[in-house]
C-alpha cells in the first residue's frame, strides 16, 4: 500500500475489489565475478526467490545483466569469448533451475540477460515471465551508452555499442499481475522518452534494471551524483507518468569496477517507498496498489485532456540539438 493511500483496515467489501495489489520485490545482486559459473549466480537469484516468497511477494525483480558480469567494461575482439557472456537460449541448461524454482513458489519475475538469437542477433535484453513460468514479454535495450572502440583514456571500458546490435522491438507493454507493465534498462531510466512512450500506452508499473558504474569517465564531476541522478531520473518518471517504477541494480565492486546500489520502489506520487541499504546481494520489498496510479492519471498528468503533442514535434523530428545562429 503505498504510504499516500492509507486505507482503514477493514474496507468495505466493494473497495477490496478496487485494491489490485502487486508485493514487489527489488532483488538487488552485488558483483559478478568474471570466471562466476551461471549455475553459481542462479543458486543466488534463487536464494532471493526464496526470500521473496517468504515475503509474500508476486514478482521479483532481478538487475540487468544478472547472469554475469558486466562485461562491456572490457575491450574484446574475439567472437568466441564475447558470445561467452550470451544466452541462446532462455531458459537455457543453466537456467531452467531458475524458471523451475519460480514456477514451483509460484513467482513471476523480470530479468536482464545478454541474448544471442539463432539469426547472431546480439541484444541487451530483458524478459518478464508470470507466476506460471510462461514467457508475458520481452524487451531489447533501446538506449545503448557508451562507445564503440577501444578508449585508452578510460580505466575501464563502457562498450555496449560495440557488443550490442539496436533494439528491434521498442518500448511495450503488457497485461500481467493485475495491470499494465512496461520494461527498461538501465541507460533507458534517465531518458524521459521511455517512461513517456510505455505511459502513453497505460503502463502502471515500469520494471527496470541496471548496473551504474559510479564513475562516468567522460563525466568525473558527476561522481559525486551517481546516485542522486539515479534517483532523480526514476521518481520523475513515476510521478510524470502516474506509474509505479521498480529500479533494481547489480552492485558493488565488481572486477575492480565500484557500481552504485540504490535499489528502490518509487510509487505513482514519486515517493520512494522501498529502497536497499547497502551494495550486496539485499532485497527490497513493498506491497504496490496499482489504483494508486489513477489519482495521477486521472487528474495531473490525464494525458488525453493536457498534453499538447501538436507543440511536440521536436522530440521525434530531431535527434541532436540545434541552437538558433
Ligand atoms: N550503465 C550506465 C547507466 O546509464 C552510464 C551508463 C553511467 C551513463 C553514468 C551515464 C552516467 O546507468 C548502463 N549499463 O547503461
Redesign the pocket.
Known amino acids: 500500500m503505498s504510504a499516500a493511500r492509507h486505507r482503514p483496515w477493514r474496507q468495505p467489501a466493494e473497495e477490496h475489489a478496487m485494491a489490485r495489489l502487486v508485493t514487489i520485490a527489488a532483488a538487488q545482486l552485488g558483483p559478478i565475478a568474471r570466471n562466476d559459473s551461471r549455475s553459481h549466480v542462479v543458486e543466488r537469484l534463487i536464494a532471493h526467490l526464496r526470500e521473496a516468497r517468504r515475503m509474500g511477494c508476486d514478482l521479483v525483480v532481478f538487475p ?2 544478472a547472469l554475469t558480469t ?1 562485461f ?1 567494461r572490457w575491450y574484446m575482439t574475439n567472437q568466441i569469448e564475447i558470445d561467452s557472456f550470451f544466452e541462446r537460449s532462455m531458459p537455457g541448461p543453466e537456467t531452467q533451475p531458475l524458471f523451475n524454482e519460480a514456477k514451483r513458489l509460484s513467482l513471476g519475475f523480470y530479468i536482464g540477460y545478454a541474448e544471442l538469437t539463432p539469426e547472431g542477433q546480439h541484444f ?1 535484453t530483458s524478459i518478464l515471465v508470470g507466476k506460471d513460468g510462461q514467457l508475458i514479454g520481452k524487451y531489447r535495450k533501446v ?4 562507445h564503440r572502440e577501444h578508449d585508452p583514456a578510460r580505466r575501464f571500458q ?1 562498450l ?1 555499442k560495440r557488443y550490442f546490435d539496436l533494439s528491434d522491438t521498442g518500448f511495450k507493454v503488457w497485461r500481467g499481475f493485475g495491470g499494465v507493465l512496461g520494461m527498461a ?3 533507458d ?2 531518458w524521459p522518452e521511455t517512461y513517456r512512450v510505455m505511459g502513453l500506452q497505460g503502463a502502471e508499473m515500469i520494471l527496470l534494471g ?4 559510479v564513475h ?1 569517465p567522460p ?1 568525473p564531476d ?1 561522481d559525486d551524483l ?1 546516485l542522486f ?2 534517483q532523480l531520473v526514476m521518481q520523475a518518471g513515476a510521478y510524470q507518468n502516474g506509474c509505479w517504477v521498480i529500479g533494481v541494480a547489480k552492485a558493488g565492486n565488481e572486477e575492480g569496477v565500484p557500481m552504485i546500489g540504490g535499489s528502490q520502489i518509487i510509487a505513482p506520487s514519486g515517493v520512494t517507498v522501498a529502497a536497499t541499504r547497502g551494495d550486496g546481494d539485499e532485497m527490497a520489498v513493498a506491497c504496490c496498489d496499482l489504483d494508486a496510479c489513477a489519482s495521477y492519471k486521472s487528474t495531473t498528468f490525464n494525458f488525453a485532456v493536457h498534453r499538447m503533442p501538436q507543440h511536440y514535434g521536436l522530440i521525434v523530428e530531431r535527434k541532436g540539438a540545434e541552437p538558433p545562429p
Open positions: 540487468e545483466l558486466f562491456p541487451n538506449h545503448l551508452p557508451g563502457h555496449e534498462i538501465c541507460n531510466r534517465r541496471y548496473n551504474t558504474p562516468n563525466a558527476h551517481s541522478h539515479n
